[in-house]
């Protein structure tokens, strides 16, 4: 939570038209669609996953995602639902985040969205209504949110830029709620850990991914097992 969004996207203005073309288009027919990770049975907390192609497992084996490694972290501990689509927007998660709420009742909601609202060139203003409720939403229904950020190459202008990336800290002070800055630390900029397509992280950079989403999402496991166990044992 105290790191900051990274400035180090200068000289990637190569990388923007892949972008804009791959990152949102929506690729319904490879979503998780809100599965479970592990279907089986899970008296544990239960973690919804509100994402785009970044948490979709785009371009690699759906076990190799971040979200599957998460599961595999959890070890039994939690239940996992991706409902995660790659090329999705926040106002088309936003329309579909009722219904998976009340169907799945999640404890904890990580919602990694919003960069195909910045390749778009949406407002920002919008952006940050569509999380705000989705926010409200699960604190309404007593879940706990973590909001997982991301960056936008540098040419769509400062100001915008700005403007973007300060979505996610505002929203994270004013609803008291945890924040990764920017999902793909340690990755955008290595090319080694990206895709042909400049866009997509590979297999070798999803464990980073879940080391960047774990510091901030393990005090708010430790907090829910733990009130599970007070229960179990009363």
């Known amino acids: 939570m105290k790191r900051g969004i990274p400035m180090a996207w200068h000289g990637l203005n190569r990388m923007v038209t892949g972008w804009l073309v791959l990152l949102i288009v929506t690729f319904a027919s490879s979503s998780i669609n809100a599965e479970p990770v592990n279907a089986d049975i899970n008296p544990g907390p239960t973690l919804l996953v509100m994402g785009d192609s970044l948490s979709a497992a785009y371009g690699i084996e759906r076990d190799e995602g971040w979200v599957s490694l998460l599961e595999e972290r959890l070890a039994g501990d939690a239940q996992v639902i991706n409902a995660s689509i790659s090329g999705e927007t926040t ?19 990580l919602i990694e969205l919003g960069g195909n609202d910045g390749l778009r060139g949406l407002s920002p ?110």
């Open 125 to 234: 203003n919008q952006m940050q209504a569509n999380l705000a409720s989705m926010i409200e939403q699960s604190q309404d229904a007593g879940a706990q949110v973590l909001l997982l950020g991301i960056d936008i190459p540098p040419n769509y202008g400062q100001a915008y830029r700005d403007a973007f990336t300060g979505v996610f800290h505002s929203l994270a002070e004013e609803y008291d709620v945890s924040l990764v800055p920017f999902l793909l630390e340690d990755i955008a900029l290595n090319e080694a850990l990206m895709q042909s397509d400049g866009i997509h992280p590979t297999a070798d950079a999803q464990p980073i991914i879940l080391d960047n989403v774990w510091p901030e999402l393990e005090p708010l496991l430790d907090s829910l097992l733990e009130t599970t166990h007070q229960a179990t044992i009363q």
């Open 91 to 109: 106002s088309g998660g936003l329309q579909r985040f009722t219904d998976l709420l009340g169907q799945r009742e999640p404890d904890i909601v």
